[in-house]
């Protein structure tokens, strides 16, 4: 168990509908990572907070946002669902900032567009 | 053409077998490098990492950089069933710079 949390587990929902992925970081982490992973694309980077304010982004679509709240748990809302959004997203945290090597996952979410 | 290659196997071995797993890439200013292990319906988590070229040992798994090739492997001595899970490359250009990931090579090791 890495101590991340997100919720829910799996999520099965329709094209054009808008649904919310939460994430918790382990305990003593400012930082939270998004990423999507699909069969075709891999582990892609989505983006990046810390302590509250947008770090790095990545290949993240304009129909995706998201935020860190002051508790520190992140929210990735995605919107204008199509099938193509159908994919595993992954939360990470970490201590800092720059900490490349010390990322820990969370279990995934699973999102089915249908 | 991706940034970092891997092949998506199945890799399929015996156990105690010496396996192999590579990743080829392109862009030179990586420096960083990692291999990840997920499980099925799991997070990945940090196996191994290098900064820049030569060899890292930890255990039964030994990762390997080549940056002159742009070609780096993760070796895992007597391999157990379960060490069964997909495994990822990942690299960076820099320690604030974001993670690019491969596909994932998929093992099976078989008792």
């Known amino acids: 168990d890495s101590g991340v949390t997100q919720t829910p587990k799996h999520l099965i929902t329709a094209t054009g509908q808008r649904v919310t992925l939460r994430c918790s970081p382990r305990s003593g982490d400012l930082s939270v990572y998004w990423y999507q992973q699909s069969l075709d694309q891999g582990l892609q980077f989505l983006i990046q907070?810390?302590?509250?304010?947008?770090?790095a982004k990545g290949n993240i679509l304009e129909r995706f946002s998201a935020q860190q709240f002051p508790d520190l748990h992140s929210e990735l809302n995605l919107s204008s669902l199509e099938l193509g959004d159908s994919a595993l997203y992954f939360c990470a945290s970490s201590v800092g900032w720059d900490s490349l090597e010390t990322q820990y996952f969370g279990p995934g979410t699973r999102l089915l567009v249908l | 053409q991706k940034e970092v290659e891997q092949d998506p196997g199945p890799l399929s071995v015996p156990e105690g077998a010496i396996v192999s797993l590579n990743c080829t890439y392109s862009?030179?200013?990586?420096?960083?490098f990692m291999w990840y292990r997920q499980y099925s319906r799991k997070g990945p988590e940090l196996l191994m990492y290098?900064?820049?070229?030569g060899n890292k040992e930890d255990g039964r798994f030994t990762a390997q950089v080549d940056k002159s090739s742009k070609y780096i492997s993760l070796f895992i001595r007597d391999s157990q069933p379960s060490d069964s899970a997909t495994y990822l490359c990942?690299?960076?250009?820099?320690?604030?710079?974001?993670?690019?990931f491969g596909t994932g090579t998929r093992l099976q090791v078989f008792p």
């Open positions: 290098t900064y820049s070229s």
């Open positions: 907070y810390y302590n509250g304010e947008e770090r």
């Open positions: 862009n030179s200013a990586f420096q960083y």
């Open positions: 990942a690299m960076s250009a820099g320690n604030t710079d974001k993670l690019i």
